[in-house]
């Protein structure tokens, strides 16, 4: 019996291999150059709007503290 059941899981582990590859082959894929400079693009685009490069104002920055720290 167990024979069976050990067939039986790598029969259903081996349909969702194949069901993976079959996914993956299907995808579009685009050449590594194409996507860098499509990145490169988008990041000059938006640099602007990136806190990271232009900071946060005092006024929108969630994180500031409320209030100073005062040592008694």
Known sequence: M???VCSSNSVVQARRVVHQLRVEASMERIKI???AAELVQY???HRRNDPLLVGITASSNPF???KTCVLL
């Open 43 to 45: 990041c000059q685009d």
């Open 2 to 4: 167990s024979g069976k």
């Open 33 to 35: 150059s194409l996507a």
């Open 64 to 66: 500031k503290d409320k």
